[in-house]
Nanobody, 122 residues
Framework: QVQLVESGGGLVQTGGSLRLSCAAS????????MAWFRQAPGKEREFVAA????????SYADSVKGRFTISRENAKNTVYLQMNSLKPEDTAVYFC???????????????WGKGTLVTVSS
C-alpha cells in the first residue's frame, strides 16, 4: 500500500503561483511513476503532469505546458507541482497519484490521494 497526502492548495489570484506537495508513505515510493490529475466541478478528472520514477522523464497536458513543473525528491518521498501564471480555468481539486506503469493514465493509477483544492480568482 502507498498512502498519498496532498498539501499546498488554496486561493490565489489570476497570474499567481502555488506549489503543491504530495507526501508518500508505505511501499517503495521511488519505484512508482507519480502524477497529478485535477477535477473541476462538473467535469471529469483529467491528467495534468507526470514524472518517471527516476525523474528523467516528464509529461504535461497541453493546457499547462510552460506554466506547471512537476518534480520529485525520492529521498523525501515527495512529489511537487509548481504552478505559475495560474488562470481561473485551473480551478479544480488536484489529486496526487502513483502508478507502476507509464504513462500513468487514469485507468493505470494504483493509488490516489484525497486531493487539495486550488481556486484561482479572476
Amino acid at each position: 500500500q502507498v498512502q498519498l497526502v496532498e498539501s499546498g492548495g488554496g486561493l490565489v489570484q489570476t497570474g499567481g503561483s502555488l506549489r503543491l506537495s504530495c507526501a508518500a508513505s508505505g511501499r517503495t515510493f521511488s519505484s512508482y511513476a507519480m502524477a497529478w490529475f485535477r477535477q473541476a466541478p462538473g467535469k471529469e478528472r483529467e491528467f495534468v503532469a507526470a514524472i518517471w520514477w527516476s525523474g528523467g522523464l516528464t509529461s504535461y497536458a497541453d493546457s499547462v505546458k510552460g506554466r506547471f513543473t512537476i518534480s520529485r525528491e525520492n529521498a523525501k518521498n515527495t512529489v511537487y507541482l509548481q504552478m505559475n501564471s495560474l488562470k481561473p480555468e485551473d480551478t479544480a481539486v488536484y489529486f496526487c497519484a502513483a502508478s507502476s506503469r507509464w504513462p500513468p493514465l487514469t485507468s493505470r493509477v494504483d493509488y490516489w490521494g484525497k486531493g487539495t483544492l486550488v481556486t484561482v480568482s479572476s
